[in-house]
T-cell receptor, first 112, second 114 residues
Framework: NAGVTQTPKFQVLKTGQSMTLQCAQD?????MYWYRQDPGMGLRLIYY???????DKGEVPNGYNVSRLNKREFSLRLESAAPSQTSVYFC???????????FGSGTRLTVV | RKEVEQDPGPFNVPEGATVAFNCTYS??????FFWYRQDCRKEPKLLMS???SGNEDGRFTAQLNRASQYISLLIRDSKLSDSATYLC???????????????FGQGTILTVHP
């Protein structure tokens, strides 16, 4: 019953460092998503992948890149981290339009 | 105008109270609607979908008014364990075979006290 697995759970980066947030789902879902959640801002979509082989920008894509490695995995990369990217990052997946998301447990990222 | 707007609260109610949350959305082409629950420092979890005819799940009742672009959630007989943030969520109309993406309201904070 793993569902959506995100790694790491916590990370501290220095400004300018790079890192990749990993996400994998074992539910055979087609669509996968990356959101960030900030106080007072709610959940905002960074990138999404409607199906394997496709990716699209969301509301706040600047400073991020993504890779849909296969149907299971969807990674989010920060090439040069900035303090404004301090946030909680959630990966999610979905099987159908009438159904909601299943979320991972989140990655708490601090950029100093 | 935000795509999905909620009263952020906080709502502080005693156990056993009935509480209602409201939400409005701006995209008239939105097709699917949900309420999520998020506990402190946890991921959001699906509470219930919202159907045009209204639907109920135990103590929870969801209503949708497409003409007014309005969604509501009613919680009856509140429990301490209902304390959480409740997120109103709307599915954008993506067209074609894409599932589109979900847009989240900022959430309404509920605290149920003894």
């Amino acid at each position: 019953n793993a569902g959506v697995t995100q790694t790491p759970k916590f990370q501290v980066l220095k400004t300018g460092q790079s890192m990749t947030l990993q996400c994998a789902q074992d539910m055979n879902h087609n669509s996968m998503y990356w959101y960030r959640q900030d106080p007072g801002m709610g959940l905002r979509l960074i990138y999404y992948s409607a199906s394997e082989g496709t990716t699209d920008k969301g509301e706040v894509p600047n400073g991020y890149n993504v890779s849909r490695l296969n149907k299971r995995e969807f990674s989010l990369r920060l090439e040069s981290a900035a303090p404004s990217q301090t946030s909680v990052y959630f990966c999610a997946s979905r099987v159908g339009q009438s159904l909601g998301y299943t979320f991972g447990s989140g990655t708490r990222l601090t950029v100093v | 105008r935000k795509e999905v707007e909620q009263d952020p609260g906080p709502f502080n109610v005693p156990e056993g109270a009935t509480v209602a949350f409201n939400c409005t959305y701006s995209n008239s082409a939105s097709q699917s609607f949900f309420w999520y629950r998020q506990d402190c420092r946890k991921e959001p979890k699906l509470l219930m979908s919202v159907y045009s005819s209204g639907n109920e799940d135990g103590r929870f009742t969801a209503q949708l008014n497409r003409a007014s672009q309005y969604i509501s959630l009613l919680i009856r007989d509140s429990k301490l364990s209902d304390s959480a943030t409740y997120l109103c969520v709307v599915n954008d109309d993506a067209g074609g075979t894409s599932y589109g993406k979900l847009t989240f309201g900022q959430g309404t904070i509920l605290t149920v006290h003894p």
